[in-house]
């Protein structure tokens, strides 16, 4: 076992790359959704014993081609990367599980073994990035990733999904040239692109006008790839349009992996040598992840379509990880992290009950769910609990991380109480827009609703699987926790 | 048995009964009410069972999870708490048997889920009373609320759906807004959230912030209905009358006061808060709702409304009683709690049997239904001389200790609203009462109607003997709550 | 002396980079995309830098001409607005961008300055090593396809993404107008002559383009550029001779084959490494001498890297070919 | 020795983008394209001998068989556009 | 020996630079299409020739002067073919040829 | 020489501006496109023009070459790979707009939206 457990870092990418092709050539659409699945379960195994040999070793090293570290690529798992494996190889696992009834309503039959191998691609994109610790490969895999989601997105059965796919392509694709340019400059200041010898040969660098410049382009794309606030207005609209299994999956990870490289490069690359360097980046992120969480949650309690008011409490939410993170202290970035592994788990159950939701409903917009708990009451529950869990009730993995989030901007000085009044006030504004949702569909009647019918098994139970998972690390985060944790020492333990 | 295992047998019982009650459900309403009184039943055994393990000194404590290094669900017996889960697991029958007689002569629909509810927030209870720390209070403090909205919203009409939605805005306000940024601020200043004999802020916040910390946690208690945030209770009113009885005599509000009377003594400690001058402020906020609310319910037409205003002012008795920080005060606040727990319940079931039985619900139709309801009227009467506190009920004992205590550090405001209360009280009670027995039946000949149904009945007797009872053997009660200050002083 | 000759040449691209942006109609942009492409491969080309010089020509100047125009002929569309919108705002930003970039360029060290610090770390070990461990003329073939060779498996996977997305996107069997052409080739008579040079040059092309491929260890060339060539070669005769000769040439379900299995030839290089005891894509364990397992896998690599190419292209092409005939 | 031709082409390929920047017609354009072409061939090939690096005259053979079909393509795309014309107008006047 | 041939080079050399620079002038300065596509497709033949032969005389007999005839040889025989069918696309879409107002019709319909 | 060596990152800049604007100010789909093509083009001149050394020749062991100056080698390999993904990104986003046209009849942005507001 323990010479495969060398390779695993390699295969976590591999499997699922290499199984698109597979995927792809397969005529029939259930054998390559079974692949998918299979290929998809499988990246999942090798990132929970990725994490466990996290745990106990505290990170694994691997040479590409077995070329020594500045020179050949080197990928590098720690406790962050750890964390985010398990989110994006979990989410995606669970979609696909839940998604062989919902995309047959939606994608024709031929064109399916082509989504699955675009989603395995998406899939190996992200863990490619989480995986590697060398610069340039961060945006190729990048790219895999960016271009596997658009064709995903573009799968949608709506038409308006080709304008809001094609908006999320241009901007992207801008996020991902920022970040190249900002690559280029540390290069050509550095020399290297090996992450740990920039930390390292930073340092020596006499004029740092061109790193802090290098440092401004790739805060700014991978800002526009993790839609923080003033660049997210690619997220709506994406998200409302695209199938819902892919939402699930998109919602759960996409922007998160960009936040890990941002995090990555703000705290590891950057940190230790410039100076007040967290101070620029408290001015940065702070005023915009405020404004991203009272922005998202209004704009979400006034929206009616279910899946755009989902989307926009997705940017509030990514305010709080980044609200987090601009503290710059080891609670901050604690909670930052453990938020991100939250919201993944909180807002794949809600986007999974949506999906059971849209099996009955034609358009999913509030007046046409009225009353629809009596014929559907498994749905609804699951939409109610995940939508407590995204709350952040008690007992709930919601709360786990706004525990952490308020403990983290209390200890935070004066500037604390602004900050706490701020998360509470949108812990409300997102209790009114669940309620909104749960309270119609309770109580209200539409006829539409009468002829409605229980989600299919296969849908439902992903979606309870995701619900008591909610509940499971809300009463014992010690994994996660734990992950999160030694990431921030990690993270900030790099400062001399 | 020993005594840990019966604490998670207690928040066990009421949530298996839920089940088997779902169960039931399906196949016969006879079976599901008997499952329900079945587990009122073992689940008062149960807790009762605590009482001669925590007289003889005994704390018996039990650890269900650790969720995180520092923060953990853990429960502990201490008297306060036997108190509230003793009550509330004893009403719980009667409730039950009064529930039944209610819901099968109004004939409600969608019974089983009222009966499920109902046995999920005796659990929250259950946890409210035995939690030794501030999160597990926090945590089944939340669930209360949660599982106690769909009672509320229980006949699913529009403005029981608005109203339903304004106790459920009002309570997650509160408890999210207010109650957890508190607890925060104690995690972070004292270290810890346990519950310890003597209060574990001295020292830690002094000065100002104590005064501000303190009213963050009383209005972010919303259950304790202190004035500004009082408005749900009112809004709970659409609720079934068992729900209500419930709310206020069993659960709920008991919860609320409960948590701020622990909080008090346990958290910031009697001597602590009574040294600083900036937590003065309690002792106004809670004598301006006791006489407000007296007055307004002065005003009320609606004989629920009425009671719910009575409950609000009442409350404010125990949140006084606590803030005179007092030894005999507190003796005093613990003792009002049992006692308007079995006085508001009479007072409620007897209106619930009015209504079943007649249909009315304003005061000004009471007039001489005393001769037609002769049992209901006489629990009425009772309950509402306990209100007041007329000797041979319970509520005079709680209103002696608790101006005994006023007596003892001469806090002339304290004396002064208890008094002006009482004749409050009276002057909205009394009208009711005469005109029950003494008014002409109103001609315009409602329908003919004898008393409530037997098992509504049944209950309304046997709590408005309590009242009497409690009056003439509040030996245990008071020693339990010797106990309580012999930790405390 | 070369700098003035670049110097000139730059400002030629920019010229041109101004007169597309400013062009009303979209098939000028077009054509000029074309020669800025041109331009900036001639730029590469006196910076050193050969092979991408021949990518940049290959890919720039070729495919994304005939794709833009495929797509163009699709939308039929060659004027647009006049106006751009909210110009000032746009303005601003791209200004402000761009100050940051000049402010930046203040202490960057001068252009081709040996001192600088891109030459000293990681440089001088990629040619050192490339005539040990792997002993073949072309460094940038051996960086790209061994010592970065999961940089280059990542690519291979984006336009392997980039051929699915197409297929994808352009298959919707709803909107499928039939493969048959509904109008007969025009044999115009004036059409004959480039037929018949067509004809004779094609299969010199495609020559050519095997010659690039297997000629990437020794001197400019590579599977991106050979998969290129043969994919324009291909293009020209569906030009010259009509979408469907080209269809029965190299049939679609060919081109999906081809597409996969060009991928998984180079992941399976990579995990044959991995059985063999080295790590993911070391080729040194392929053959007993490790400097002649890294040729052995550096040939195989390219060839599955010039297969993927070719079948994405010519499968992008024939998508969007096969949309054009109404 | 080369440097006399390399400006002669540079100037030439200036005055071919003035021709495709100016030129009114779309085949201008097209042949100044054609032009640019062929001129970067040349300069390619007499750069690499100015540099003494004979092995690069692949690049110029792979220009102008991508020029060949560049030109090709556009030429290809007008036949289309001209068929496209010819059958809308004969189908509904615009 | 070699001055002799570097001499002969260079003449080929700017002879084929003259033309070449004569075909970009006649391209920008011909009144309409086909005169200057006829300016620019005429140097384009003669331009390589005289270049290629030039270079070649520099290379002598390696590999590269074989490369240089393939170059040769495939711009002699690909350089026409697409001037005929520029101007038979041109002939074809009713450019008319000849005539002032023929440079300013606008193609572009 | 100094003006030169900074030409070519002059060059770099206002290429980044003029592809960056005609990506936000173009309403034309493919004008995007384009754009998006020229921002990126400008940066792969970035990355080759860092690898220039001067005097140097490119990195290709000629056996006759012996031994020379090389420019760097690992620029021009990042350059190969990003050539790449910009086709690609071109390539897809070529796609839909044939999609885009298809199913609404334009490109251009605002035409698309009046349609999607109807």
Redesign the interface.
Known sequence: MTALQAHLPALQVVVPMLSAPLAMLLREHRLSWALATAASLCAFAIAISLTLSVIDTGGMRYLMGSWPAPFGIELGVDAMSALLLLIVTGASSLALIAGASSLDREIEVERQPLFYAAWLLALAGLCGILVTADAFNIFVFMEISALASYVLVAGGPDRRALPAVFKYLVMGTIGATFYLIGVGLIYLMTGTLNLDDIVYRIGEVAEVKPILIAAGFISVGLALKAAIFPLHVWLPNAYTFAPHVVTVFLAACSTKVALYVLLRFNFVVFKPYLEDHDLKFAIFLLPLSLLAILVGSAVAMFESNLKRMLAWSSVAQIGYITLGASLVSVAGLTASLLHIFNHALAKSALFLALACLAISVSKLRIENIGGIAKRMPWTMAAFLLAGLSLIGVPGTAGFVSKWYLITATFDSGPLGILLVAVIVVSSLMAVVYIWRVVECAYFRETDEAQSAREAPLMLLLPTWAAVLLNFYFGLFPGVPLELSSSAATLLLGQTP | MSASDSIWLALLLPLLGAVGILLAGRIGPNLRESVTLVTAGALAWNVWGLIPALMAGERPEFTLLQVVPGIEIAFKIEPLGMLFAALASGLWIVNSIYSIGYMRGNNEKNQTRFYIFFALSLAATMGIAFASNLFTLFLFYEALTLSTYPLVAHKGDRDTVNSARVYLGILLTTSIGLLLPAIIWTYLAAGGGEFTAGGILEGKVEGPALGLLLGMFVFGIGKAAVMPVHRWLPAAMVAPTPVSALLHAVAVVKAGVFSVTKIIIYIFGVEHLFSTPSSAWLLYAAAFTIVVASLVALRQQNLKRLLAYSTVAQLSYVVLAAAVLKPLAEIGASIHIVAHAFGKITLFFAAGAIYVASKKTELSQLAGIGRRMPWTMTAFTIGALSMIGVPPTGGFVSKWYILAGAFESDNYVAIFTIIASTVLNAAYFLPIIFAAWFGKEAMDGGKEHGEAPWPAVLALTFTAALTILFFLFNGPVIELERQLLGAVS | MTIVFGVFLLTLMLITAIAIVRTQNLFVAVMLSGIFSLLLASNFFLLDAADVALTEAAVGAGISTVLYLSALALSAENERAPYSSHRLIALAVVSVTALLVIYATFDQPRVGDPAAPVHQHVAPWYLEMTRDAIDIPNVVTAVLSSFRGYDTLGEVFVVFTAGIGVLFLLDKPGARHGGTQTVGRVRLRHYLIPRLVGRMLIPFILLFGLYVQFHGEYGPGGGFQAGALIAASIILYALLEGETRALQALPRRLLTLLIASGALLYGGVGVAGMLLGGNFLDYSVLASDPVKGQQLGIILIEAGVGITVTGVLLSVFHAFAARGRF | MYHAVTIALLVTMALALLRALLGPSVYDRVLAVNMIGTKTVLLLAVLSFLFGRPDFLDLALAYALINFIGVLAVLEFFRVRAEQDKSDSNVENR | MDTLL?IL??LL??T???F??A???G??RMPD?YT??HA?SVT?SI??IL??T??ML??GL???SV??V??LL??L???P??????A??????G?KPGGPAS??????? | MNFLGIYYYWVFAILLMVGFYAVIAKLNLIKKLIGLSLFQAAVFLLYITVGKVEGGTAPIFASAAGERLFSNPLPQVLILTAIVVGISTTALGLGIIVRIKEEYGTIEEQEIQEIDRQ
């Open positions: 570097d080079s260079w050399l700017t084929g630079g003259i070449v620079f075909g970009g002038l391209a920008l299409l200057r596509m620019a384009d331009g390589p270049i290629i030039g270079i520099q290379s390696a590999l590269a490369k240089l393939a170059i495939f711009l025989l690909a350089g073919t697409a001037s005929n069918a520029l038979s696309a041109a002939l074809l879409s450019y440079s300013t019709q606008d193609a572009e319909k």
